[in-house]
């Protein structure tokens, strides 16, 4: 309501759409009909209703993007008025395939329109996620239960959220802000690079905790959306870890209705190419989103390849590891900018083709001790902390009164200094909410 007034009653309406399908698809899903084989009766509401909600996705976050492609194809000048996508409608429009497609699978039944407001809606996920399946939510209804345990724990999740957004991904959005990309050492240039790449893992795993966090106060419990991403060894376990719940929806809904991999290599490999268009094209309407996709997708294809080969398997994971960082690092500007032209400033400042009489500060204007203070607190928070004999001996620790009590007094003096950042910064919104 405070964003729109006239956005909350359409989304009323939508949730009231996607009830009713949901509905017709139980009520209808278990008649057959003879033709050449037995089909369910069931699949014709599913697919219009999943052509409802791609149509309402596509309408808003691609039409202006589909018409300037249109124009630029053939030469016409076509206006569309500028639209603006409803708040978390890609997330809905997912949550709303879930709805039907589980409930056509018999994974799960049709709720009431309380239940389906409940879902579609809910507040910590309705903006950026955690994607969360119907059949997973749906029986936490009934069965969920609120206690202090759950809440303490809650409470904790959204105090480490809130500080990883505005302790460390707001600083590294503030600092990168700064500097003028056209203006540029080598250093400075990699810099951004690793500001960027921490700034949105800060960013995003702080949303999906302060998520998290907020379903465990209600009694939901979420799946987690990050596993420490960049201690991954190759692409295809960079999005493993990254984004956990949109992996799991492409997995449920596109990938294995597809096929998954039981139908041969190529056929492995176009649905992994599919998937991961697919995933690129989710994040936003621009050539940038397109191209990173179809990057990501060439590299899962060719490591899917190359993994049972003797000199993949013999290669070192220190070596793995490297060339996967580096190349999460640099597509990263693919998802940052949308305009190629800002993408060939940085590349062209970090491999030194920036002429010298046009830089007006060097990387020690811009890097003070604050930022590369909590560069390397980022780098080592979202690495070193994921190993597995340190997340084991932290649990142990904290298995102590003692140990938990340390735990609950560092959180909230963090908490506080959290706050302390946010009283004295600009608005920055979390960077998902563009979706």
Request: proline share 3%.
């Amino acid at each position: 309501m405070w964003s729109s007034v006239n956005d909350l009653f359409r989304l009323l309406l939508y949730i009231f759409i996607v009830y009713l399908f949901g509905y017709l698809i139980q009520a209808i899903k278990t008649k057959k009909v003879n033709l050449r084989k037995s089909i369910s009766l069931g699949i014709i509401p599913l697919v219009i209703a999943v052509l409802f909600v791609i149509f309402n996705l596509v309408y808003f976050n691609y039409m202006t993007f589909l018409v300037d492609c249109w124009n630029m194809m053939s030469g016409s000048y076509v206006l569309v008025n500028s639209l603006v996508a409803p708040i978390g409608i890609s997330f809905i429009t997912f949550s709303a395939i879930s709805y039907f497609t589980d409930i056509y699978r018999g994974h799960a039944t049709s709720g009431s329109l309380i239940d389906c407001l409940l879902y579609i809606s809910f507040f910590p996920k309705v903006i950026s996620g955690p994607i969360v399946l119907w059949k997973d939510f749906q029986g936490q209804i009934k069965t969920r239960a609120m206690s202090l345990n759950l809440s303490t724990d809650g409470l904790n999740r959204i105090m480490i959220g809130f500080a990883k957004k505005v302790i460390l991904a707001d600083s590294f959005g503030a600092c990168l802000n700064e500097i003028p990309i056209d203006k540029m050492d080598q250093i400075t240039a990699f810099g951004t690079l690793i500001l960027y790449m921490l700034q949105i893992y800060y960013d995003f795993s702080g949303y999906s905790d302060i998520a998290i966090g907020i379903a465990k106060i209600f009694g939901f419990e979420f799946k987690e959306n990050f596993n420490f991403p960049y201690r991954s060894t190759s692409i295809s376990e960079f999005w493993r870890r990254w984004h956990i719940s949109l992996g799991t929806w492409f997995r449920e809904y596109v990938y294995i209705p597809m096929g998954g991999s039981r139908r041969g290599q190529w056929r492995t490999l176009r649905n992994l190419a599919v998937v991961f268009a697919l995933t690129g094209i989710w994040h936003g309407a621009g050539w940038n989103y397109i191209l990173w996709g179809g990057i990501n997708a060439a590299f899962a294809v060719v490591e899917r390849v190359i993994q049972k080969k003797k000199f993949y398997i013999k290669t070192p994971k220190a070596i793995k590891y490297i060339i996967t960082m580096i190349v999460v690092l640099m597509f990263w500007q693919l998802f940052k900018f949308q305009d190629f032209a800002d993408i060939g400033m940085v590349f062209n400042a970090l491999f030194g083709n920036v002429p010298a009489d046009t830089l007006s500060y060097n990387w020690m204007y811009y890097f003070d001790t604050q930022i590369i203070f909590f560069t390397v607190i980022g780098i080592l928070g979202s690495t070193l902390l994921g190993s597995p004999k340190i997340i084991a001996w932290y649990n142990k620790a904290v298995s102590t009164k003692t140990g938990y009590l340390i735990q609950e007094l560092v959180l909230l003096a963090v908490f506080v200094v959290a706050i302390l950042f946010m009283v004295n910064s600009t608005y920055s919104p979390f960077i998902y909410f563009q979706y």
